[in-house]
């Protein structure tokens, strides 16, 4: 808890001080284009995907620190296995704020586990799970993204936590 509530003042901070004022048409702008994202990932639109992200985009994400994205191509690879393990998986914008070049979204990942994850074996059940993200975006397409979630309630759902009592 502690870690999101860092999370949301720093967001917060960030996305309100600073440069001179953005047109509401470019935060509106803006905002479609991450409109434009999730209904790619959504669709599993990869045409739509490479529109919307820059060729260099970065990803940061605290619950996947093995997962390095640094292009396009590595983006599109991790979104491909990430769906290759929650086949039906969907993102739904709960709330989307933007300021300046930042877009904030609220939101849920809903989907079953139907594929292997990392160490996880398949289990067939549903997760249904809040997230958090910020994207900067420049040039109309997304630079640079952030993302978090509480990866011990997706572990939990799916029941691969807690971890089964040895000798059981």
């Not at 600073?18 to 409109?35: D, F, H, M, Y």
């Not at 045409?47 to 260099?56: F, K, R």
């Amino acid at each position: 808890m502690r870690l999101r509530n860092r999370f949301l003042v720093a967001t917060l901070l960030y996305v309100s001080g600073g440069c001179g004022p953005v047109s509401e048409s470019q935060l509106e702008a803006n905002k479609e284009t991450v409109r434009r994202f999730t209904e790619a990932q959504n669709t599993g639109d990869i045409e739509l995907l490479n529109e919307v992200l820059a060729a260099d985009v970065v990803r940061h994400c605290q619950a996947t620190p093995d997962v390095e994205i640094r292009s396009r191509e590595d983006f599109v690879r991790f979104y491909e296995a990430s769906a290759a393990v929650f086949s039906n998986a969907r993102v739904t914008i709960d709330i989307m704020v933007a300021e300046r070049d930042m877009v904030a979204t609220y939101g849920s990942f809903t989907g079953t586990q139907d594929g292997r994850m990392g160490l996880f074996p398949p289990t067939g059940k549903e997760v249904d799970s809040k997230f958090l993200s910020v994207a900067r975006i420049e040039d109309g397409v997304i630079a640079e993204l952030w993302v978090e979630w509480d990866n011990l309630a997706i572990l939990t759902q799916l029941g691969h936590f807690p971890p089964p009592v040895e000798g059981s």
